[in-house]
């Protein structure tokens, strides 16, 4: 099966520094890629689209000077959360769509393991 | 309102039970529709992928969906503990495009 792979898992850090997330596809090329966040007992938010070589598609309410997305490659995309600040603790999670040429005719979203963020 | 409603829970049923998840929407235009589990501080895992109406079968899972009641449904027989966990629908109007999640319902399948 397709697997997606996000580093770090766990991450503290310090109010007003910044924090890069990675997120990968491991066995497959990824056209999309998609960041969400999750708060505890609640459901995900989707936080951007991203195409690779294309600007991020941010939903709305979310700041794209603070969360930085870039999808460099087929098999990578990175979220930075800039100046971080403890209400910015989460749990990060991406997924990556297999696209339509993933073999099973339809389009899948695979997510990673997810990335637990703490700003002190 | 919501698009996409899911059944809160949380659910609490002993191990052999059937279990029933449940998610109603309000928009036609959704034609995918999928099952995910969650289990604690994991990423979302894919059970289960259906195209418009009808039934799919896989091992022990059922998922069903009735578009014209605007209701989807996901079945679990023979349920175990390791089916423990947070289940999310999910559904999109388009084949390669973002989907919209239910809020999850948490399950507990006791031994």
């Known amino acids: 099966g397709a697997v997606v792979s996000q580093h770090p898992s766990w991450v503290i850090c310090k109010s007003g520094t910044s924090v890069k997330i990675e997120c990968r596809s491991l066995?497959?090329?990824?056209?999309?890629m998609f960041w969400y966040r999750q708060f505890p007992k609640q459901s995900l938010m989707l936080m951007a689209t991203?195409?690779?070589?294309?600007?991020?598609?941010?939903e709305q309410g979310v700041e794209k000077d603070k969360f930085l997305i870039n999808h460099a490659s087929l098999t990578l995309s990175t979220l930075t959360v800039t100046s971080a600040h403890p209400e910015d603790s989460s749990f990060y999670i991406c997924?990556?769509?297999?696209?339509?040429?993933?073999?099973?005719?339809?389009?899948?979203?695979?997510f990673g393991p997810g990335t637990r963020l703490t700003v002190l | 309102q919501k698009e996409v409603e899911q059944d809160p829970g949380p659910l609490s049923v002993p191990e052999g039970a059937i279990v029933s998840l449940n998610c109603t929407y309000s928009?036609?235009?959704?034609?995918?529709f999928m099952w995910y589990r969650q289990y604690s501080r994991k990423g979302p895992e894919l059970l289960m992928y259906?195209?418009?109406?009808g039934n799919k079968e896989d091992g022990r899972f059922t998922a069903q969906v009735d578009k014209s009641s605007k209701y989807i449904s996901l079945f679990i027989r023979d349920s175990q503990p390791s089916d423990s966990a947070t289940y999310l629908c999910?559904?999109?109007?388009?084949?390669?495009?973002?989907?919209?999640f239910g809020d999850g319902t948490t399950l507990t399948v006791k031994p």
């Open positions: 997924s990556a769509s297999t696209g339509l040429a993933g073999g099973r005719g339809t389009d899948t979203q695979y």
């Open positions: 066995d497959f090329q990824a056209t999309t």
């Open positions: 991203s195409n690779e070589g294309s600007k991020a598609t941010y």
């Open positions: 928009n036609s235009a959704f034609q995918y």
């Open positions: 259906t195209y418009s109406s």
């Open positions: 999910a559904m999109k109007n388009t084949n390669a495009g973002k989907s919209t």
